[in-house]
């Protein structure tokens, strides 16, 4: 079993972005491979995404699915619950 990919979607200057990143450092207990994409990039990760960041998506065998955006003031302890929620949902990881 490979190790999960969590992708996310980001630009410079997003707080929001920084905050959710910080967060998912902080992660224990889950092992997976954060993977950062600078939507200022390439021209279709700025159109599908200018407006969505931060985005966030679990990379698998059966290809990209969305996770939804947590919020804000999610805990770590939060963010990991979402996170291994998604990691049972999907069997391709």
Do not use: N
């Given at each position: 079993?490979?190790?999960?990919?969590?992708?996310?979607?980001?630009?410079?200057g997003c707080h929001l972005c920084e905050g959710l990143?910080?967060?998912?450092a902080q992660i224990q207990g889950i092992d997976f491979?954060?993977?950062?994409?600078?939507?200022?990039?390439?021209?279709?990760?700025?159109?599908?995404?200018?407006?969505?960041?931060?985005?966030?998506?679990?990379?698998?065998?059966?290809?990209?699915?969305?996770?939804?955006?947590?919020?804000?003031?999610?805990?770590?302890?939060?963010?990991?619950?979402?996170?291994?929620?998604?990691?049972?949902?999907?069997?391709?990881?």
């Amino acid at each position: 079993m490979t190790k999960p990919v969590l992708i996310l979607y980001s630009k410079p200057g997003c707080h929001l972005c920084e905050g959710l990143q910080e967060k998912l450092a902080q992660i224990q207990g889950i092992d997976f491979e954060l993977e950062l994409r600078d939507i200022t990039q390439r021209e279709d990760w700025f159109q599908a995404y200018q407006y969505e960041i931060p985005v966030l998506m679990l990379r698998g065998e059966t290809g990209e699915k969305p996770i939804p955006r947590p919020s804000p003031r999610a805990s770590v302890a939060q963010l990991t619950q979402l996170l291994q929620k998604y990691w049972v949902l999907d069997p391709s990881h």
